[in-house]
């Protein structure tokens, strides 16, 4: 038998279009680490049209030559899991409505099955990494979005129309931030990497009390335009007041939308992954004490940090392309 007979019966390709970085990755069936693995930043001027041509070079650097027996793909939006199309980009134009796994079978020859970034975390965090050994999972990505999976008894929970697990347009102020959604106060527009970057500019230009931001002014060079969720943490780390409050009122918010699935589905474990959860302990102690003053009483559910990082959703996309087979 041939190496490409070989190579077509056991490689899988996985794909992750995410809102600042585009990867792919090769994995040989019922691996436990990839083959292969690249990845490069969202480009400045962001299309659907340039992501595709991206992910496509990317994906030829992993292959080798070779041919994918199926491919699995991470999308950073809503699709339409049944029909692989995309409904909806926050991030970046011209996705809605293209028919995605459609696109990846003309263009590999291989059966593929596209899935919303966060269900795709949620199944890669379920079956390899801090979901392991649940019944009843929920996992959540805070990064320039907000997104929510649910997986029970080993199967991803989509609901009627694809959306369940959109944890980001829980709605927390009505009064609140504009969000992308179109809506106000959604914890996505109170919480996630932007969000955080956009509250602590508002602080800073607001006067201060004396001593307030000025860790955080010192890591921007006073340019607070460069202001991120990663400045912002760090500069909690060193100390900054203003800094930790911003984080303190982000992790007020997401333990207030965690409570409400705690409520509704509860989970036995919770999941938190994503860049945002990397700021740690000044974030995520007062998400553990709003999602107890708020949640449902009774429930014994655990809160986690998620193992598999930014791999999560490469790992999803892993497991959904090897059902295929």
């Given at each position: 038998?041939?190496?490409?007979?070989?190579?077509?019966?056991?490689?899988?390709?996985?794909?992750?279009?995410?809102?600042?970085?585009?990867?792919?990755?090769?994995?040989?069936?019922?691996?436990?680490?990839?083959?292969?693995?690249?990845?490069?930043?969202?480009?400045?001027?962001?299309?659907?049209?340039?992501?595709?041509?991206?992910?496509?070079?990317?994906?030829?650097e992993?292959?080798?030559?070779e041919?994918?027996?199926?491919?699995?793909?991470?999308?950073?939006?809503?699709?339409?899991?049944?029909?692989?199309?995309?409904?909806?980009?926050?991030?970046?134009?011209?996705?809605?409505?293209?028919?995605?796994?459609?696109?990846?079978r003309?263009r590999?020859?291989?059966?593929?099955?596209?899935?919303?970034?966060?269900?795709a975390?949620?199944?890669?965090?379920?079956?390899?990494?801090?979901?392991?050994?649940?019944?009843?999972?929920?996992?959540?990505?805070?990064?320039?979005?907000?997104?929510?999976?649910?997986?029970?008894?080993?199967?991803?929970?989509?609901?009627?129309?694809?959306?369940?697990?959109?944890i980001?347009?829980?709605?927390?102020?009505?009064?609140?931030?504009?969000?992308?959604?179109?809506?106000?106060?959604?914890?996505?527009?109170?919480?996630?990497?932007?969000?955080?970057?956009?509250?602590?500019?508002?602080?800073l230009?607001?006067?201060?009390?004396?001593?307030?931001?000025?860790?955080?002014?010192?890591?921007?060079?006073?340019?607070?335009?460069?202001?991120?969720?990663?400045?912002?943490?760090?500069?909690?780390?060193?100390?900054?007041?203003?800094?930790?409050?911003?984080?303190?009122?982000?992790?007020?918010a997401?333990?207030?939308?965690?409570?409400?699935?705690?409520?509704?589905?509860?989970?036995?474990?919770?999941?938190?992954?994503g860049g945002?959860?990397?700021?740690?302990?000044?974030?995520?102690?007062?998400?553990?004490?709003?999602?107890?003053?708020?949640?449902?009483?009774?429930?014994?559910?655990e809160?986690?940090?998620?193992?598999?990082?930014?791999?999560?959703?490469?790992?999803?996309?892993?497991?959904?392309?090897?059902?295929?087979?």
């Amino acid at each position: 038998m041939g190496d490409g007979v070989r190579g077509l019966k056991k490689l899988v390709l996985v794909l992750d279009f995410g809102g600042t970085k585009l990867a792919a990755a090769a994995v040989e069936l019922r691996s436990r680490t990839f083959r292969a693995r690249a990845s490069v930043p969202s480009p400045p001027t962001k299309s659907a049209e340039s992501d595709r041509e991206i992910v496509l070079r990317l994906a030829e650097e992993v292959l080798g030559g070779e041919r994918p027996a199926a491919v699995g793909a991470s999308f950073g939006g809503p699709v339409r899991r049944e029909e692989g199309t995309v409904l909806l980009s926050h991030h970046v134009p011209d996705w809605e409505g293209f028919p995605l796994a459609e696109w990846l079978r003309e263009r590999f020859g291989a059966p593929a099955v596209v899935e919303n970034d966060a269900n795709a975390a949620a199944l890669g965090e379920w079956r390899y990494g801090s979901g392991q050994g649940t019944r009843h999972f929920f996992y959540v990505t805070v990064s320039t979005g907000i997104g929510g999976g649910i997986v029970i008894d080993g199967e991803l929970y989509h609901g009627a129309d694809g959306l369940a697990g959109e944890i980001g347009h829980i709605m927390v102020d009505p009064d609140g931030p504009s969000c992308t959604c179109g809506r106000r106060g959604c914890l996505e527009a109170l919480a996630s990497g932007p969000a955080i970057a956009r509250r602590a500019r508002e602080l800073l230009t607001s006067c201060p009390r004396p001593g307030e931001g000025k860790v955080l002014r010192e890591l921007v060079g006073e340019d607070l335009e460069r202001i991120s969720a990663r400045e912002v943490a760090a500069a909690a780390r060193r100390g900054d007041p203003l800094a930790a409050e911003v984080l303190r009122e982000a992790g007020e918010a997401l333990g207030f939308g965690l409570a409400q699935v705690i409520t509704l589905l509860n989970p036995e474990r919770i999941s938190l992954g994503g860049g945002v959860i990397k700021a740690g302990n000044p974030l995520l102690a007062p998400v553990r004490e709003a999602m107890r003053r708020h949640a449902f009483p009774g429930s014994r559910v655990e809160v986690a940090v998620a193992e598999l990082g930014d791999e999560a959703p490469l790992w999803g996309a892993a497991a959904l392309a090897e059902a295929l087979l």
